[in-house]
């Protein structure tokens, strides 16, 4: 069976029939596409979802409240409700009996009837597909609702942790003020590092963990079955087979690849998946490294087109991840997200560089951005030897350039493309020039001083 990405399953098999997959690459009929943007282009993919992968999933789903009730066997978490920050249930139909949608609200549109007493939200703002509205609806509601665990991707969590506090300012800031009885926070879909302390302060004083869960839109790969950096726990035995490729062999013509049982710890793969949903051999695109093989834990240390490479620089999504993350707390300001991108010369002469917009959690003074550019330049360049070769002499590449943008900006930008809420990500590395200049045509008006 041949290595697959995306486009090739999609230009040979999917789009010349979509959006009626009848016996394509999956016996019967295909109900649904998971609709997802790609983190660099942003462009819309459609993954196919079966029944049987609707399950599967579901099957994967128990088992992160399984991992939760062993660490806590006395857990209440079934005594309450269960908050998913999913994208709208209001699918688009695309044929007679086919739709598409974020695949969180392909998920709740189809939780079993015995399932539903413990969900939350409601339908009527579980339908919502404007997240400004659902966030401003959900902070109204969700106090009063018993809340047991909370899941969702960082960001868009945090986003609807401020409006809890913004909707009920006498109330506190904590989410024991909210949710007294809250049990568990599961997380995922990016990386957590710049947003645990955040985590940290609306948790103070609560007895809720976290817990991460690893699942792509072509199906679900690993959770956390033990603490924060210990890695996530390989989920086999849900209708998906898992193959590894190391990173070194993806472009080759006959990759290595190797099943769960041969993979090596210390290693960079690249994740492929064979699932019930007519996914053959696909890469997921991103890369792993096992931190132990029995059972097989993995941390996800980046994405295979996660780089940053417009002048030869070679800069890996863990490296800048680390760097900024490390920046921010060397001035001690919490950060809400970022992006990255490269600024090209623009006459003979100039030599390019890097812009990170970034949204903290505070106000942050000239001086302070200046301390954090230099520390994101000095982190790089012991991690990196290409980024300090393009920087030795201030000749091959300027250094990092930081543009600042208020609270909500990030959220507004991706409102304004489309993209707000569920499974979309604010792109952490943009590779593609028109996304990077409309974002940095956004900051240019609405950037701190």
Not at 186 to 207: C, T
Not at 310 to 318: I, P, Q, S, V, Y
Request: proline content about 7%.
């Amino acid at each position: 069976m041949k290595l697959r990405r995306y486009e090739d399953l999609w230009s040979a098999y999917w789009q010349p029939v979509f959006p009626e997959l009848v016996d394509c690459t999956w016996p019967g009929r295909v109900p649904f596409f998971a609709a997802t943007s790609g983190t660099s282009t942003g462009a819309t993919k459609f993954i196919p979802v079966t029944r049987a992968m609707i399950g599967s999933n579901r099957k994967a789903g128990i088992d992160v409240l399984v991992h939760h009730l062993r660490a806590r066997p006395l857990s209440r978490v079934f005594g309450g409700r269960n908050l998913l920050l999913g994208g709208s249930t209001e699918l688009v139909e695309r044929a007679q009996g086919v739709a598409s949608g974020d695949i969180s609200g392909i998920a709740a549109a189809n939780f079993p009837a015995w399932a539903r007493p413990f969900t939350f939200p409601p339908p009527e703002i579980a339908r919502l597909s404007d997240w400004a509205e659902k966030m401003a609806r959900l902070a109204e509601r969700a106090p009063g609702a018993d809340i047991r665990n909370i899941a969702g991707t960082p960001s868009w969590v945090l986003l609807f942790f401020d409006e809890l506090a913004r909707r009920h300012p006498g109330q506190g800031s904590r989410l024991v003020d909210f949710f007294p009885a809250l049990e568990l926070v599961v997380h995922g879909g990016v990386n957590f590092a710049p947003y645990r302390r955040r985590f940290a302060e609306w948790l103070d004083g609560s007895h809720a963990e976290l817990r991460e869960a690893y699942a792509a839109s072509e199906g679900f790969i690993a959770v956390a079955d033990r603490g924060p950096g210990d890695g996530l726990r390989v989920v086999l035995d849900h209708g998906v087979f898992h193959e590894f490729v190391p990173v070194g062999e993806i472009d080759a013509a006959t990759p290595v690849r190797h099943s769960i049982g041969e993979i090596e710890t210390g290693v960079d793969y690249a994740p492929a998946l064979t699932t019930c949903a007519g996914v053959w051999a696909c890469l997921v695109g991103d890369i792993v490294r096992f931190v132990s093989r029995d059972p097989p834990r993995l941390v996800v240390t980046g994405r295979l087109a996660y780089t940053l490479s417009a002048f030869g620089e070679h800069l890996t999504g863990e490296e800048i991840e680390a760097a900024v993350a490390n920046a921010a707390a060397a001035i001690g300001a919490g950060m809400r997200d970022f992006a990255v991108g490269a600024l090209y010369p623009k006459k003979p002469g100039d030599i390019g560089g890097h812009l990170f917009v970034v949204e903290f959690e505070r106000p942050v003074e000239v001086g302070e951005r200046r301390s954090f550019a230099q520390a994101i330049d000095r982190d790089l360049t012991r991690r990196n030897l290409d980024y300090g070769d393009h920087r030795a002499g201030g000749f091959g590449l300027m250094p990092p350039r930081v543009s600042v943008l208020p609270p909500g900006g990030f959220a507004e930008w991706m409102r304004r493309r489309g993209r707000l809420g569920g499974q979309n990500k604010v792109p952490r590395i943009i590779a593609d020039p028109e996304l990077f200049a409309d974002l940095r045509a956004f900051a240019a008006t609405r950037e701190l001083p």
